[in-house]
């Protein structure tokens, strides 16, 4: 599909009408000036905005880095630098779209909720609506959000439709690229050894979160030294499995909490990684095996596909169109 007519069928207008509309005003809604993290031409982006998008990728930092530091920090600063860049970009785009007075399909909008959900959340609405609460976003507001995104993403392809036809050893390519990617994540599966030292020790007053931290540390140390894991988990960790020297076998990913799913099944088979941190405690895993889930054909995602090479082989003009946007935009960082 070109990408004009692709644009019009998103956002519902004629493709004539979303290259000849008049421009419009933009327009400014009320604000929340204490939770400003930038203005673009007068449009807010707001903290909160961020601290959802920042969400997923704190918690795993988090998991990583229990003593947090100055890495955890630098990871962190550059993460939410980035999100805060994108949406500079975004409200600079959407300042187009807006003067077209086009609309974007609610279906649409929906499956691609759904779809973050099942990403970055292991389809647990629960914790998504939980994540939602604490950044103090509505589901309208992140429905907004995500509605500006596609609107982006058909707004870039419309300013780029000269690029060349992907070509079949490109999309070939780049299938194999990404399809381990865009696999059904809710088929994975994975096997470990776990040593678990929890944060309190119901039998141990003194043994407090820091103690119980430095505590798995020592493990660890004694593991980078070539102590035995299976030993060390039956001497030492604190859950029903440490009598099998920590064995858990074929554990869904949907089991685990996004943030440990996101990091164990980075992990090669023979590593440890750890120690981690979660409400409950300090754990070290030893990866044994993983089964990803299937990744979908690709006849039923060449469409996608395309679509990525296109935007690779525009990059560079992007770049400079976006630049100089950048120039003419009024903005106006907080943060």
Do not use: C
């Not at 039923?300 to 082989?313: F, P, S, T, W």
């Amino acid at each position: 599909m070109k990408p004009q007519l692709f644009l019009a069928a998103l956002l519902g207008v004629s493709a004539a009408h979303a290259q000849t509309a008049p421009p419009r005003p933009v327009r400014s809604g009320p604000v929340e000036v204490n939770a400003i993290a930038a203005k673009v031409n007068g449009r807010v982006i707001t903290k909160n905005q961020i601290s959802f998008m920042l969400a997923p990728i704190y918690a795993q930092l988090a998991a990583q880095f229990p003593r947090r530091g100055t890495e955890f920090d630098r990871q962190l600063k550059d993460a939410r630098d980035k999100i805060l860049n994108e949406l500079i970009d975004r409200e600079i785009i959407l300042s187009e779209f807006k003067a077209m007075g086009a609309s974007l399909k609610p279906q649409i909008v929906d499956e691609e909720i759904k779809r973050q959900v099942h990403e970055l959340y292991n389809d647990n609405e629960e914790k998504f609506r939980e994540e939602l609460k604490k950044s103090r976003l509505t589901m309208d507001g992140y429905r907004e959000m995500t509605r500006d995104k596609l609107v982006v993403q058909a707004m870039r392809a419309q300013h780029f439709s000269d690029a060349p036809p992907p070509l079949p050893n490109e999309i070939e390519k780049e299938y194999a690229e990404i399809k381990t990617q865009i696999r059904d994540t809710t088929k994975d599966k994975i096997t470990f050894q776990k040593i678990f030292i929890a944060a309190m020790d119901p039998q141990n007053p003194a043994a407090t979160p820091d103690v119980q931290l430095a505590k798995i540390e020592d493990i660890a140390k004694q593991l980078q030294a070539g102590k035995d894991f299976t030993e060390l988990a039956k001497a030492n960790s604190m859950d029903a499995f440490a009598e099998q020297g920590g064995v858990q076998e074929n554990v869904p990913r949907t089991d685990l909490s996004p943030e440990f799913a996101a990091i164990l099944f980075e992990v090669e088979p023979g590593k440890i990684v750890g120690p981690l941190q979660d409400p409950s405690g300090f754990t070290l895993i030893k990866v044994t095996k993983k089964e990803l889930g299937p990744p979908p054909p690709l006849s039923q995602v060449r469409e996608q596909l395309e679509e990525r090479v296109r935007r690779k082989k525009t990059s560079t003009e992007y770049e400079r169109w976006i630049a100089t946007k950048r120039k003419h935009a009024v903005i106006e960082r907080k943060i």
